[in-house]
């Protein structure tokens, strides 16, 4: 239980990292890398204050109050002034400590003003070694440090102490070694994190392409670590694959069509041979019917075909689909809202929306057609006033020759793939058809194409 709580504990800090941290993999890896590089420094930093630091600090304070103790001693044993100019003189010259010695006794002891190793470390060291009464003072100014000490009854030695005679060097220089090392690192590391994931952003950007139907041309990585080339290889691999499948089905499909369409044109030329009647009428019709149905399945299967993607103007294919459908009598609003230069499939596109705006007119009076252009896509919807489509149905009016209508007309219900062949559009442009209700009663046709 205890392991679990533990377990959950990380899993909630995770995603909280998750969350806040970047969404790009080059920001990721940086911070991977700074971060450790940040704390291992800010670690050796503490450990050369906190150990050498402090110890060459305590054993520099060691020996100025061993070398007060001689003071103190020669002016006890030598009390005369002559010796006393000397003792003063190579205190000066030798210890790099300014002495001098006057009546009265030391002020009362008060703690530091403020925190300062040095201070503390010959507060200790006095303490611990000297066992006279003292006073400190590490405000004085000028980079000293104030000592007064009771030599007698009635004698203090007043002891002024450079900080460069307690401590070990500058501190400037370690710091600006460490920053200058950690910049240096720095500049290293992203270097070759942008040599490495410049290859992945490579491969981003093919992969993007290629799921939005664009070309996408061949690529190699002479460079990048060797799971990248091996997803590259990958990629290239499944790219030509895809190609010679869409190859193949058209192929197909054009040996198909020409099959089927030579023995619909001799039954056609047959029918007209025939002398009118109502059994000849009506056998004209099931032939113009199945004309109807194959061409139906052979625009399914055909998909996008040998089109390739080109920059177009969306507004002027929207206005050529609901041209075509008021040539029918059809009762049509367009409506755009932004930039409509956008790279797909032209004729494609507009037999995507000829066939929803058919089917909106089919089971409607009137419909919309209106296109907004975001910032990662373009928005088509269509709106009609008709019946509408029960949303637990929906999903499946996208299943090829399924029709919500049973009836076999082609001109109620046609055959079943208008909606289908839509999504198959949007989908090898990258985009996606979906329904929804409509402002006008309707059914609601979303259509969305990233840009």
């Known amino acids: 239980m205890k392991?679990?709580?533990?377990?959950?504990?990380?899993?909630?800090?995770?995603?909280?990292?998750?969350?806040?941290?970047?969404?790009t993999l080059f920001a990721r890896a940086l911070i991977i890398i700074v971060v450790p590089m940040l704390l291992l420094q800010a670690l050796s930093a503490w450990w050369f204050y906190s150990q050498r630091g402090d110890n060459v600090t305590n054993r520099l304070a060691l020996i100025l109050v061993r070398d007060l103790r001689t003071l103190i001693s020669l002016r006890a044993d030598f009390p005369d002034d002559e010796h006393r100019s000397w003792i003063l003189r190579h205190a000066r010259s030798d210890m790099?400590?300014?002495?001098?010695?006057?009546?009265?006794?030391?002020?009362?002891?008060?703690?530091?003003?403020?925190?300062?190793?040095?201070?503390r470390e010959v507060q200790g060291a006095l303490d611990a070694d000297l066992r006279r009464p003292y006073y400190l003072d590490n405000t004085v100014g000028g980079e000293q440090l104030l000592i007064e000490i009771q030599v007698g009854d009635s004698d203090v030695m007043e002891v002024?102490?450079?900080?460069?005679?307690?401590?070990?060097?500058?501190?400037?220089?370690?710091?600006?070694?460490?920053?200058?090392?950690?910049?240096?690192?720095?500049?290293?590391?992203?270097?070759?994190?942008?040599?490495?994931?410049?290859?992945?952003?490579?491969?981003?950007?093919?992969?993007?392409?290629?799921?939005?139907?664009?070309?996408?041309?061949?690529?190699?990585?002479?460079?990048?670590?060797?799971e990248v080339r091996n997803a590259a290889t990958a990629f290239q691999t499944m790219k030509i694959r895809l190609g010679r499948s869409i190859q193949q089905r058209t192929e197909m499909l054009a040996g198909v069509s020409h099959?089927?369409?030579?023995?619909?044109?001799?039954?056609?030329?047959?029918?007209?041979?025939l002398p009118e009647s109502p059994e000849a009428k009506e056998?004209?019709?099931?032939?113009?019917?199945?004309?109807?149905?194959?061409?139906?399945?052979?625009?399914?299967?055909?998909?996008?075909?040998?089109?390739?993607?080109?920059?177009?103007?969306?507004?002027?294919?929207?206005?050529?689909?609901?041209?075509?459908?008021?040539?029918?009598?059809?009762d049509v609003v367009i409506a755009t809202e932004g930039d409509m230069n956008v790279e797909l499939r032209p004729l494609a596109m507009k037999r995507c929306l000829t066939n929803l705006l058919s089917n909106a007119l089919r089971h409607g009076k009137r419909a919309e057609l209106r296109a907004v252009r975001g910032r990662t896509s373009v928005?088509?919807?269509?709106?009609?006033?008709?019946?509408?489509?029960?949303?637990?149905?929906?999903?499946?009016?996208?299943?090829?020759?399924?029709?919500?209508?049973?009836?076999?007309?082609?001109?109620?219900?046609?055959?079943?793939?208008?909606?289908?062949?839509?999504?198959?559009?949007?989908?090898?442009?990258?985009?996606?058809?979906?329904?929804?209700?409509?402002?006008?009663?309707?059914?609601?046709?979303?259509?969305r194409i990233p840009v």
């Open 160 to 226: 002024l102490v450079p900080y460069v005679r307690l401590t070990f060097g500058s501190s400037f220089a370690y710091v600006l070694a460490q920053v200058g090392l950690a910049l240096v690192l720095f500049g290293l590391a992203i270097w070759f994190m942008r040599r490495e994931l410049v290859p992945i952003e490579h491969l981003g950007v093919a992969a993007d392409a290629l799921g939005k139907g664009r070309d996408v041309p061949d690529f190699a990585f002479s460079g990048g670590t060797r």
């Open 3 to 23: 392991f679990e709580r533990v377990a959950d504990l990380f899993e909630r800090v995770a995603r909280w990292a998750d969350r806040h941290s970047p969404q």
């Open 379 to 447: 928005e088509i919807t269509v709106d009609d006033d008709g019946p509408g489509i029960p949303e637990s149905r929906r999903e499946d009016v996208f299943r090829p020759f399924l029709r919500l209508d049973e009836s076999r007309n082609v001109d109620t219900g046609g055959v079943g793939l208008g909606l289908t062949i839509a999504r198959d559009v949007a989908r090898s442009h990258g985009g996606d058809v979906t329904l929804g209700d409509s402002p006008l009663g309707g059914l609601r046709v979303l259509v």
């Open 96 to 119: 790099l400590i300014f002495v001098a010695f006057h009546k009265g006794t030391v002020r009362q002891f008060k703690q530091p003003e403020y925190f300062d190793i040095v201070a």
């Open 259 to 273: 099959d089927l369409r030579t023995p619909l044109t001799r039954m056609k030329l047959s029918l007209a041979l």
């Open 283 to 330: 056998l004209g019709d099931d032939v113009l019917d199945m004309e109807r149905m194959i061409e139906g399945y052979l625009a399914f299967a055909r998909g996008e075909g040998d089109e390739e993607p080109v920059p177009s103007d969306l507004a002027d294919i929207l206005e050529d689909v609901a041209a075509g459908a008021r040539r029918n009598d059809g």
